[in-house]
């Protein structure tokens, strides 16, 4: 899930898991019995201590990098005023609000595409 505000977005590095020292956003896998929403509103506060309001579709993918292949989905989250911090230091540092016109490198997969989709509406990438 990403978060826009006034042209930026909020990114934090990868640590400890695939696609590490990647620039990213809240993510994680479903828990049995959680909808998409659900599992991303979860994984914001888990991950970086929002709660998030509106959730607006972004797209979907399909990854294989890292070594790994799976499909990702991606959401666009308002969480208003507030402000991320990282909550899983095993997980992500180096954080902070990036213009969407000058984007920190290399970003995860997931995050450029949903970035691109969010740019262009674009709502499929094939992956390869």
């Known amino acids: 899930m990403i978060f826009v505000r006034d042209g930026k977005v909020f990114l934090a590095k990868r640590h400890g898991a695939h696609g590490e ?10 828990e ?3 909808t998409l929403e659900e599992c991303g509103r979860r994984e914001a ?3 970086l201590g929002v709660t ?3 959730m607006r579709f972004l797209c979907f993918s399909n990854i294989i990098a890292y070594g790994k292949h799976y499909v990702d989905v991606e959401f666009i989250g308002d969480i208003g005023d507030q402000e991320p911090r990282l909550m899983e230091p095993d ?7 990036h213009p969407l016109d000058d ?3 290399p970003l ?8 691109e989709s969010y740019e262009t509406g674009e ?3 094939p992956g390869g």
């Open 21 to 30: 020292h990647t620039w990213a956003s809240a993510g994680g896998h479903l």
């Open 32 to 34: 049995n019995g959680e």
């Open 45 to 47: 506060m888990e991950e």
């Open 52 to 54: 998030v309001g509106d």
């Open 91 to 97: 997980a992500f540092y180096e954080s902070g609000w």
């Open 103 to 105: 984007l920190p490198e």
């Open 108 to 115: 995860f997969h997931a995050v450029r595409y949903a970035l």
């Open 123 to 125: 709502h499929y990438f």
